[in-house]
């Protein structure tokens, strides 16, 4: 009697284990989607800026989870097959694939963390350069678009204050025909109104364009890492359940 109970018993954990892999599989094409859509959405969101930065970390980090969020999709599957056929070569391969996407998210994460440490010091020591020296330049339309981007965007002017365009590669010009800031410095851009620089001609806005953008691009950078590092975690979940349920079949194969 005590034997029939420990089979009924064992199938029950058995059954229990696979209920919860489908559960986590779920929560995994959840959270697979959820690390697709963030690297994407953080791509798309700041494309325009990566001219501006001087290293490709932050754009790295959201290409890596864009990667992960792609295998996280096809392990899915394999983890149903895994579960429904209960083959320990199936559910070996399995946790194998979690262990690569949790690596993968991990280092993603990891990379958003340490870049956020030291982002503010490297916007401060390049982005005023890159303006000034760059913008409106031969072969450098890249950063002119981003440059007029972000100062409409973020309605700012000059890295630090308007008065950094003075010293710019542009202004210094005769293609500035008169003007002391670019025209995407103006609140209403009109042809050549950058010609005023008065406040109620140009956005005047303290800690000028630098603080706008550290602000914006340490948000994406705190979304990427707490995405990459939570799912990460939730998959540690994914191969715990996996590996009870592999001990399981090991202790009975048929």
């Given at each position: 009697m005590s034997a029939v109970y420990k089979d009924?018993?064992?199938?029950?954990?058995?059954?229990?284990?696979?209920?919860?892999?489908?559960v986590f599989n779920f929560?995994?094409?959840?959270?697979?989607?959820?690390?697709?859509?963030?690297?994407v959405w953080?791509?798309?969101?700041?494309?325009?800026?990566?001219?501006l930065l001087a290293s490709s970390t932050f754009a790295v980090s959201a290409y890596i989870l864009i990667l992960a969020g792609g295998l996280v999709v096809v392990t899915?599957?394999?983890?149903?097959?895994?579960?429904?056929?209960?083959?320990?070569?199936?559910?070996?391969?399995?946790?194998?694939c979690l262990l690569l996407i949790f690596l993968i998210?991990?280092?993603?994460?990891?990379?958003?963390?340490v870049y956020?440490?030291?982002?503010?010091?490297?916007?401060?020591?390049?982005?005023?350069q890159t303006m000034t020296e760059n913008y409106a330049q031969p072969g450098k339309e890249a950063i002119t678009l981003a440059v007029d981007k972000l100062q409409q965007d973020f309605k700012c002017c000059g890295s630090n204050n308007s008065h950094d365009w003075t010293v710019s590669v542009y202004i210094s010009s005769n293609q500035a025909e008169g003007r002391v800031v670019p025209d995407s410095c103006c609140k209403t851009i009109t042809p050549r109104c950058g010609k005023r620089d008065h406040p109620s001609n140009i956005y005047k806005v303290e800690g000028g364009c630098i603080t706008k953008l550290e602000q914006f691009l340490a948000d994406?950078?705190?979304?990427?890492?707490?995405?990459?590092?939570g799912v990460a975690c939730l998959q540690i979940c994914g191969m715990v359940f996996t590996c009870?349920?592999?001990?399981?079949?090991?202790?009975?194969?048929?």
């Open positions: 009924d018993q064992d199938d029950w954990l058995t059954v229990c284990l696979k209920y919860l892999l489908f929560l995994f094409w959840v959270g697979g989607a959820a690390v697709l859509g963030v690297g953080t791509l798309v969101e700041k494309s325009d800026y990566l001219s899915g599957f394999l983890g149903c097959c895994a579960v429904i056929r209960e083959q320990r070569s199936c559910l070996s391969l399995y946790f194998f998210e991990l280092v993603a994460g990891v990379l958003a963390y956020y440490q030291r982002l503010s010091e490297e916007l401060k020591q390049h982005l005023n994406h950078l705190l979304v990427i890492g707490a995405v990459g590092i009870c349920l592999y001990r399981r079949i090991e202790m009975d194969p048929y």
